[in-house]
T-cell receptor
Framework: DAGVIQSPRHEVTEMGQEVTLRCKPI?????LFWYRQTMMRGLELLIY????????DSGMPEDRFSAKMPNASFSTLKIQPSEPRDSAVYFC???????????????FGQGTRLTVV | KQEVTQIPAALSVPEGENLVLNCSFT??????LQWFRQDPGKGLTSLLL?????REQTSGRLNASLDKSSGRSTLYIAASQPGDSATYLC???????????FGKGTRLSVIA
């Protein structure tokens, strides 16, 4: 398996523009997570899905942020309009429900480095 | 609310030295704890996962221990090498597939 795939790897955009980040989870994984990493706050959860349904979006900072998962193999995180303070690395991760919850392991993509100027 | 703390924030050691990275968490009701490695500009690579029922896990030169009741974990790296230089992140899961809660990491530099 190719692992969790994110695109683009780098995005530079102007303030006010719409930004769409994409994620393909590992095949067969039923949980998908979006995290944001900054120097100040570290890694923080934005939203996560189970079987394509959003479970908890309390980490989404503002209404400017939205996420969708139209099917089991694709998710998007959209920022509209973007602001300089949105500059960060955005990670997608996935995991699979097994009979052994204690052994559930999360796998991360390479991240998308977003710069809003 | 679960909080994860990693100390020290940065560490510099000479090559060959054995070292310990520390992680503490506030709520001991966890399912598992994962240690990750992150190289500059890269994603997270899972190193070790310790289930709450386990006390330690080993992989090569790495050994992770877990003391759930005291809310602590350590990552022991034996005979450190310059290639071990990276940021090491600790994360806990409160319930199986619930999201991981991360510490801010320890940035390790191993000097040749």
């Amino acid at each position: 398996d190719a692992g969790v795939i994110q695109s683009p790897r780098h995005e530079v955009t102007e303030m006010g523009q719409e930004v769409t980040l994409r994620c393909k989870p590992i095949s067969g994984h039923d949980y998908l997570f979006w995290y944001r990493q900054t120097m100040m706050r570290g890694l923080e959860l934005l939203i996560y899905f189970n079987n394509n349904v959003p479970i908890d979006d309390s980490g989404m900072p503002e209404d400017r942020f939205s996420a969708k998962m139209p099917n089991a193999s694709f998710s998007t995180l959209k920022i509209q309009p973007s602001e300089p303070r949105d500059s960060a690395v955005y990670f997608c991760a996935s995991s699979r429900t097994t009979g052994d919850l204690m052994n559930t392991e999360a796998f991360f993509g390479q991240g998308t480095r977003l710069t809003v100027v | 609310k679960q909080e994860v703390t990693q100390i020290p924030a940065a560490l510099s050691v000479p090559e060959g030295e054995n070292l310990v990275l520390n992680c503490s968490f506030t709520d001991s009701a966890i399912y598992n704890l994962q240690w990750f490695r992150q190289d500059p500009g890269k994603g997270l690579t899972s190193l070790l996962l310790i289930q709450s029922s386990q006390r330690e896990q080993t992989s090569g030169r790495l050994n992770a221990s877990l003391d759930k009741s005291s809310g602590r974990s350590t990552l022991y790296i034996a005979a450190s090498q310059p290639g071990d230089s990276a940021t090491y992140l600790c994360a806990v899961s409160d319930s199986g597939n619930t999201p991981l809660v991360f510490g801010k990491g320890t940035r390790l530099s191993v000097i040749a």
